[in-house]
T-cell receptor
Framework: DVKVTQSSRYLVKRTGEKVFLECVQDMDHENMFWYRQDPGLGLRLIYFSYDVKMKEKGDIPEGYSVSREKKERFSLILESASTNQTSMYLC???????????????FGPGTRLLVL | GNSVTQMEGPVTLSEEAFLTINCTYTATGYPSLFWYVQYPGEGLQLLLKATKADDKGSNKGFEATYRKETTSFHLEKGSVQVSDSAVYFCALTRNTGNQFYFGTGTSLTVIP
């Protein structure tokens, strides 16, 4: 079974702090994704990555950055946390099977971040 | 562009009732369609998927049929259980980069 783990289930930070959210997958997937989930807004894509050291902006990248130094690990960084970044953060990964648009995304359990 | 629209919630049903959650999509080309489920306090899990027109995805008594003519992928279950209480997300992907587009989610509560 695919396993996607996230470093923390719950996190409380202060405004202005630098925050690191870590995600690790164990299935050698090429693609990794960071979403935030807010009530009434569903899932919104922050950043994604197709390969090591590659990154692409999603729909709401402002205030975030990412790092992918190893294939299995994708980190989301809040450079200076703000209260409007209080949210549930979900990491996902998928295989990049050539020629297919059918691959499932596998999700981690989420990190609920509260910025005070 | 690509987008998914699903019915607003919350939905409350009695146990053994019939469930339909509507989902329609907009996409160029031929997307693959998915339903994910999120149980309280957890991440999303794949419930079912369909990769081409007229395909039916099914799992745990849930079904959805890929209807290209109506651009729909409605989720159905004949008899819901309390354990089906969760948030359900419809989603599509249409390229090998595997970027997903999610609906806003529909919260389902099943009461005994």
């Amino acid at each position: 079974d695919v396993k996607v783990t996230q470093s923390s289930r719950y996190l409380v930070k202060r405004t202005g702090e630098k925050v690191f959210l870590e995600c690790v997958q164990d299935m050698d997937h090429e693609n990794m994704f960071w979403y935030r989930q807010d009530p009434g807004l569903g899932l919104r894509l922050i950043y994604f990555s197709y390969d090591v050291k590659m990154k692409e902006k999603g729909d709401i990248p402002e205030g975030y950055s990412v790092s992918r130094e190893k294939k299995e690990r994708f980190s989301l960084i809040l450079e200076s946390a703000s209260t409007n970044q209080t949210s549930m953060y979900l990491c996902a990964s998928s295989s990049q099977a050539p020629g297919l648009a059918t691959e499932t995304q596998y999700f981690g359990p989420g990190t609920r971040l509260l910025v005070l | 562009g690509n987008s998914v629209t699903q019915m607003e919630g919350p939905v409350t049903l009695s146990e053994e009732a019939f469930l339909t959650i509507n989902c329609t999509y907009t996409a160029t080309g031929y997307p693959s369609l998915f339903w994910y489920v999120q149980y309280p306090g957890e991440g999303l899990q794949l419930l079912l998927k369909a990769t081409k027109a007229d395909d039916k995805g099914s799992n745990k008594g849930f079904e959805a049929t890929y209807r290209k003519e109506t651009t729909s992928f409605h989720l159905e279950k004949g008899s819901v259980q309390v354990s089906d209480s969760a948030v359900y997300f419809c989603a599509l992907t249409r390229n090998t980069g595997n970027q997903f587009y999610f609906g806003t989610g529909t919260s389902l509560t099943v009461i005994p």
